[in-house]
DNA sequence: TAGATTGTTAATCGATTAACAATC
DNA sequence: TAGATTGTTAATCGATTAACAATC
């Protein structure tokens, strides 16, 4: 009944916690009181024994023979998380990508502001983004500092990235969500995360191409090997 | 020596597949002739255990005691992941992340050129981006069968995904990458990959949260319970 | 009480990693 | 031959899932 105490949540537990968060706000926006682990199950696209059992690593939050109260787990998964509580970003980096997280509604809808957007482009600076005026790179420290920025997001192309990464870190970000194709290297205690928009589709490819073979089908490219 | 046959390569494997294709592509633009399994895992941030394994998978392409060829073993993890050709992409949604995606270089450049956006908007079809003319929804089919598009790219609101899905499956495409933040459900034999931007944030929130935790600190927002 | 559904157990499967024989 | 590094084994760890007793 109470929380779990000593408590170590899996990975591939945390992983799945946003997805049922997601979904669960969806059932509440449709004025469901309670889920069943089947049912959420189906909904999120997962096994019903997953999902009971990376609930009960929150703790005990079901009731048997009924289910889940959709606002108690909500706000015990939200809990689990971290997001009772706002978690300010700073994107670096207003290119393409950049504005587009900007004005990616999930981001401010799902507890994570977007206070600050950096960039070192001096024809840039200065100008707004969405209510949002731009600041110069140098200026990073001053913006973490005054906004209460915990995390920072890279939107800048990969050679710049290690670089921003450092600033971020000196400027007193704890997390980094890092969009850029290269690995960082930031010092212990510091969480990094890492998106590569590309390897999504080299890994479709990849599957795409298993489930052609399955049927028989042929795949011209496949053949043949180079010199050597 | 033969390239293997029975194969099933792991999916942990397939996920790191790209990781290592990106560094070897930066290992050759610098010259480097061979790599060995450590120094390619250091820049890969994986283990050289793994790195072994993975590529055990593909075949035997090392040279014990020297390392990995680099440009054939770069070869050898194109052709596995299906890369010695060109899949052309299809983005359905020229808001700001559809434009992002559009402009993104590592598309292209890693194998997935743009062929076509598509928009339900009738300001913005007909008008052009990055070079490429908008089309409407309606076109889908004939742009699909035009220009040979094999995947199919959703960077639309949520509200409308699961319609945009179906309409690629019916006009042909093999493959759906999901920027928007709703589970999809589409037939046996399409693939379907999911990214969400936002869960990596509550992602690196959490880890966050308990780094923070197993250093004594105190989280405020993480007591107290609410009704029930 | 009967029906429904959780929370947990235990079996199974897949992924990671150190260690080392094979071999360049 | 000596040194280096692969490819593979085997031990370990973590994740998944069916099954079912507990209990609402």
């Known amino acids: 009944m ?7 949540i899996p990975d591939a537990t945390v ?25 959420l199950a189906e909904l999120s696209g997962v096994n019903a024994a997953k999902v ?19 606002d108690y787990l909500l706000f015990q998964i939200r809990n689990a998380l971290g997001l009772t509580q706002q978690w300010p970003v700073v994107i670096v980096g207003v290119g393409n990508l950049g504005r587009a997280l900007a004005d990616y509604a999930g981001f401010t809808s799902r507890g994570f502001p977007v206070a600050a957007l950096v960039d070192d482009d001096p024809a840039k600076v200065g100008t707004e983004h969405v209510g949002i005026v731009i600041r110069a790179l140098s200026e990073l420290r001053d913006v973490v500092r005054d906004l209460d920025v915990a ?16 600033l971020l870190v000196e400027a007193g970000v704890s997390s980094i969500l890092n969009f850029a194709p290269t690995v960082l290297s ?21 599957h795409r191409r ?19």
Chains 1, 2 share one sequence.
């Open 2 to 8: 109470a929380p779990p105490s000593g408590r170590t």
């Open 52 to 70: 009971r059992k990376d609930l009960s690593f929150l703790g005990s939050y079901g009731i048997r023979g009924v289910g889940y109260e959709v």
């Open 210 to 228: 298993h489930r052609n073979r399955e049927r028989g089908a042929v795949d011209p490219a496949a053949e043949s090997n180079p010199r050597r």
């Open 186 to 206: 930031v010092p212990d205690g510091v969480n990094l995360r890492q998106v590569d928009l590309a390897v999504e589709l080299q890994i479709l490819s990849f």
């Open 151 to 166: 995390i920072g997001v890279i939107a800048i192309p990969a050679s710049g990235a290690q670089r921003v990464a450092d």
């Open 15 to 39: 992983a799945r916690l946003p997805i049922y968060q997601r979904v669960l706000g969806e059932l509440q926006d449709r004025g469901a009181a309670t889920v069943s682990s089947e049912d």
